[in-house]
C-alpha cells in the first residue's frame, strides 16, 4: 500500500534562514508528488507538484522540490524563510489511476522566529 | 482567481442527526473530492466523483455517507447519522482533470456533540 512520511512533526528556523522539509514516499512505481501548505484556520493551498521530467520543480512563494527517485524522497526546499512562511506543510502522493486520490502525510509545523 | 467554497465555515450537531456539507467547485472543473482531517490527524481521503457518479472510495466512506451533484454547481457530503468520531474538518476539491494537483477550498469544522 501507498504511504507518505514527513518525519519532522515540528520545524523552528529563524527568518532569513533556509529550510528543507522531508518527504519520503513508498509506492511500487513513481507517483505524482505534490507538496500543500494550511495555514491557520485555511485550507489546503497547492505549493509545487511533480509529475515527470525535470527532478527540481518551482513552485509558489518561492518554495522548490527536488525528487530523488533512488530516495523514494521528494523534500521541500526554500532558501529563505519569511515569518508569513509559518504553517503546516503536507506532502502528498496521488496514485497514476482514476480520479487521482491524495494520500497526505502527516504534516510538518514550521515555525518561524525573528 | 476562482476558488472553492465550503459552507458553513463551522457546523454543530447532535449525534444521530442527518448534516449536510455544500461546496461549490471550480466552475471549469471535471473531478470532485471530500476529504477529512481529525484534529491533529492527517489529511484522509473519503470520495472521489466524476461524471456523475462516484469514482473512488476509501474504507471511511461507508453507508452513513453520501455526495451529490445536485445541479450544476453545487457538490454535498451527508452524513445521514452522525457519530462523535465523525468531528473533523472536511475538506472539499476539485481539479481539472484527476492528478493535475486538486485545490481545496477552506474547509467545514464539523463538531458532533
Known amino acids: 500500500a501507498q504511504s507518505v512520511t514527513q518525519p519532522d512533526i515540528h520545524i523552528t528556523v529563524s527568518e532569513g534562514a533556509s529550510l528543507e522539509l522531508r518527504c519520503n514516499y513508498s509506492y511500487g512505481a513513481t507517483p505524482y508528488l505534490f507538496w500543500y501548505v494550511q495555514s491557520p484556520g485555511q485550507g489546503l493551498q497547492l505549493l509545487l507538484k511533480?509529475?515527470?521530467?525535470?527532478?527540481l520543480v518551482q513552485g509558489i512563494k518561492g518554495f522548490e522540490a527536488e525528487f530523488k527517485r533512488s530516495q523514494s524522497s521528494f523534500n521541500l526546499r526554500k532558501p529563505s524563510v519569511h515569518w508569513s512562511d509559518a504553517a503546516e506543510y503536507f506532502c502528498a502522493v496521488a496514485l497514476e489511476t482514476g480520479a487521482n486520490n491524495l494520500f497526505f502525510g502527516t504534516g510538518t509545523r514550521l515555525t518561524v522566529i525573528p | 482567481e476562482p476558488e472553492v467554497t465550503q459552507t458553513p465555515s463551522h457546523q454543530v450537531t447532535q449525534m444521530g442527526q442527518e448534516v449536510i456539507l455544500r461546496c461549490v467547485p471550480i466552475?471549469?472543473?471535471?473531478?470532485f473530492y471530500w476529504y477529512r482531517q481529525i484534529l491533529g490527524q492527517k489529511v484522509e481521503f473519503l470520495v472521489s466523483f466524476y461524471n456523475n457518479e462516484i469514482s473512488e472510495k476509501s474504507e471511511i466512506f461507508d453507508d452513513q455517507f453520501s455526495v451529490e451533484r445536485p445541479d450544476g454547481s453545487n457538490f454535498t457530503l451527508k452524513i445521514r447519522s452522525t457519530k462523535l468520531e465523525d468531528s473533523a474538518m472536511y475538506f472539499c476539491a476539485s481539479s481539472v482533470v484527476g492528478g493535475l494537483g486538486a485545490f481545496f477550498g477552506q474547509g467545514t469544522r464539523l463538531t458532533v456533540v
Open positions: 466552475s471549469n472543473h471535471l473531478y
Open positions: 511533480y509529475f515527470s521530467g525535470d527532478t
